[in-house]
């Protein structure tokens, strides 16, 4: 299995920001972080929050950059949603430091 490319790469990718484009890396870094922080306040455990390699994880982070990013998104309401489901089912999930199994 190919390895997974950067948290910062696949959100800049999700974001369609070209890879030779770095003007906003510190941005979605702090995106990035703001996320996982989220993540963790939403019942998420620390050390899934900050799994790379699981698919959720990286899917969440994601679509919490889109929500945040730039000004004027007309789908940052979707998104967020979207972030607020994905945590919602991590925390219930034993994997992700929830109470289910």
């Known amino acids: 299995m190919a390895e997974k490319e950067s948290m910062l790469d696949a959100c800049r990718d999700a974001l369609r920001i070209p890879a030779y484009v770095d003007d906003y890396d510190d941005e979605i870094a702090d ?3 703001a996320a996982r922080a989220s993540m963790r306040a939403g019942g998420v455990s620390p050390e899934k929050a900050k799994d790379d390699s699981d698919g959720t994880v ?9 929500a945040n990013f730039g000004m004027d998104n ?6 967020a949603h979207t972030f607020e489901e994905l945590v919602t089912l991590m925390r219930g999930a034993s994997e992700y430091g929830g109470g289910a199994s």
């Open 31 to 33: 995106l990035i972080a």
């Open 58 to 66: 990286r899917l969440a982070v994601k679509v919490f950059c889109k």
């Open 74 to 79: 007309p789908d940052a309401d979707r998104y």
